[in-house]
């Protein structure tokens, strides 16, 4: 299965694929990340929650952690979000992408000064052109399904417009 095909599509292959092997923890975390990206924002936190169980050493881990921090920013559960993005900066420091998703759920919590040195070493740490503007990261949006637009909106954009992030 192409790991492009983020929409959904792959779903059932991935559903056919776990219930062969229970504890294929890869195949568990695609089945949840999939789930989010199709829209079923609230399967994909279980699905990641079982890979940690399953396999709390590995090293994809950051991932998980991460999944689950950005379904809990979606849902605007702010605190749960920052939490888990903590962990997935600590299980991959140079990650550009979690620090610009700490930058967004700090300035949401309305902890401005965190929220702008997150975004500063997400810029720091992703090269010049990295997080300069609101219009830059939708043009390379992941996110598809018709039902992520608004929640996207309301909570990711929206927390790093408060960080500092310019629309263009």
Known sequence: MPIAALD??????????VALDRN??????????RKFHAGAIEQAIPAQE?????????P??????????????LESHIDDAI???EK???????????RGYLASAYALKGDNEQAAAELA???KLGGESSWQSIARLKANSRYEAPTMG?????????????????EE
């Open 121 to 123: 070493e997400a810029r």
């Open 24 to 33: 294929w923890v890869n195949a568990i975390a695609a089945l949840g990340l």
């Open 8 to 17: 959904g599509s792959a779903i059932p292959e991935y559903e056919r694929t």
């Open 83 to 85: 939490l888990w993005f």
């Open 50 to 58: 079982q890979a940690i169980r399953l396999s709390p050493g590995d």
């Open 150 to 166: 608004a929640l996207v909106e309301a909570t990711f954009y929206a927390g790093l417009r408060k960080a500092g992030v310019p």
């Open 88 to 98: 997935a900066k600590h299980a991959f420091p140079a990650w550009t992408g979690v």
């Open 60 to 73: 994809g881990i950051g991932f998980w952690y991460f999944r689950i921090g950005e379904a809990h920013l």
